[in-house]
């Protein structure tokens, strides 16, 4: 069942992505509460947003509706997308769009129409007969019951499926064993107190002889199972799943250790040194004020180099802030283009801090340290290269780097200090580049 866990879990991240980044395109009418109730006459010309413990929506929204709760029930119409997540989602009435749903229970009712897709993760899937797709389904969980009619092609990744409507065009199924028998836990303890009963659904793949598929059937199963005659009109092709051996881990010889140790010191080295020869090629002033701000304040460094590496996670959490709370705020004003527009901005400069403090811990803040330790030992061997512009770098680099790789050898017992030390030089590098950049908003705000 290894490809059915990877299809479900990544269907269900596509889904939340999907319910996390969902922006509107002018403005949305917005609802939270305990309990919210859309009547039967009522008509929302907006996007609809809601948060609650209970949805039920029987009225009409020209938009899109995207709720979380508990139960999410739609009896009514919705001329767009239903993008919901909660406990038990039901579809009763009509989607002109697609479905995209997650949760417990997704039930779809005997006159549930939906003019697009549904897409889904969850425990049950049901879709009771006389319902009608006009385009896909697409749904990983533990069980499905398809006894609607799907016009277009059915993908799924499930322990147990029954097919017992019309199916247009293909059907891709990646099941369970159709000998396992019913395994694990009743379905009451995934779902809790679902209102909508939760049918038990035969492990493997199941289809009723009233059942039609127009095109080609495609499982996964050890051996062929018998289908009723005349059900698959195209060709039915079975897959073997992969066999889930473990298999014992090889362990590596010490000589590999070694090589694969020395291999990783290279990697580490070179580059940095080469990085190191660009950067005091190009900043060398710059730079050698870092040098010198390290070596006069090493301990005020390395404090404010935790200070500094703690700060970039409030940042993190502080532009993600700004982002939602700017979204929502112009998102009432009814100003949706710049919702969107702000939630763009946080994710660009959320990804620019992240690749700068990258950048920074992983490249500049070794090189800054290396350069400190360099010409802390060419003076004190009183060595005329103490002043070149490039030899205490890269000696200072490449000490640093030996002693990390010396200290995390894998034959010895410590090789858990190198990674402790590793991330002490980065955190000395990082405070001499806080404080340099202190000092200097200092200095600026004294000489405006």
Not at 4 to 23: C, D, G, Q, V, Y
Not at 396 to 414: K, M, N, R
Request: aromatic share 10%; no cysteine; charged share 10%.
């Amino acid at each position: 069942m290894t490809k059915i866990h990877k299809f479900f879990s990544a269907l269900t991240l596509l889904i939340l992505l999907t319910l996390t980044f969902a922006t509107p395109a002018y403005a949305f009418d917005g609802r939270s509460g305990d309990k919210v109730i859309i009547n039967a006459g009522d008509i929302i010309n907006d996007d609809l947003y809601v948060g609650a413990n209970e949805l039920v929506m029987d009225g009409t929204v020209n938009g899109d509706v995207i709720a979380g709760g508990q139960m999410i029930t739609i009896n009514g119409t919705v001329n767009g997308d239903v993008m919901a997540a909660g406990q038990t989602v039901v579809i009763n009435g009509t989607v002109t769009g697609s479905v995209r749903a997650a949760g417990a229970v997704i039930f779809f009712g005997e006159k549930a129409e939906v003019g697009k897709d549904i897409v889904g993760a969850g425990y049950s899937l049901e879709v009771r007969k006389g319902s009608v797709t006009s385009r896909d389904v697409i749904f990983g969980g533990g069980q499905i019951l398809l006894a609607g009619d799907v016009n277009r092609n059915v993908t799924v990744g499930t322990a147990a499926l029954e097919i017992g409507g019309n199916i247009g065009g293909n059907v891709k199924a990646e099941v369970g064993e159709a000998n396992q028998g019913q395994a694990g836990p009743p379905p009451s303890t995934f779902t809790g107190q679902s209102t909508v009963p939760v049918p038990l659904v035969t492990p493997g793949l199941t289809i009723d002889p009233s059942a039609k598929i127009s095109g080609n059937l495609e499982y996964t199963q050890t051996s062929d199972l018998a289908f009723p005659g005349g059900v698959v009109a195209g060709k039915v092709t079975r897959t073997t799943p992969p066999a889930n051996q473990s298999r014992p881990v090889a362990q590596e010889t010490a000589a590999q250790k070694v090589g694969t140790w020395t291999l990783n010191l290279i990697r580490s080295l070179v580059p940095l040194i080469l990085i190191g020869l660009l950067l005091f090629w190009l900043f060398p002033i710059f730079f050698k004020s870092l040098s010198e701000k390290l070596q006069n304040r090493p301990w005020p460094s390395l404090g404010w180099g935790v200070i500094a590496y703690a700060a970039f996670f409030f940042a993190l959490l502080l532009i993600l802030f700004v982002m939602i709370f700017g979204a929502i705020i112009f998102g009432l004003l009814t100003l949706g283009s710049l919702s969107g527009t702000i939630i763009w901005l946080g994710i660009l400069t959320l990804l620019a801090f992240i690749v700068g403090f990258v950048l920074i811990t992983s490249f500049v803040a070794k090189i800054v340290f290396g350069a400190t330790i360099g010409k802390w030992i060419l003076v004190h061997a009183n060595s005329s290269l103490a002043e070149h512009k490039f030899w205490p770098m890269v000696i200072g680099v490449a000490i640093t780097i030996v002693v990390i790789a010396v200290i995390s050898f894998p034959l010895i017992p410590t090789g858990f200090l190198g990674g402790l030390l590793n991330f002490a030089v980065t955190l000395f590098g990082l405070g001499a580049i806080w404080l340099w950049g202190r000092e200097a908003l200092t200095k600026k705000s004294a000489n405006p």
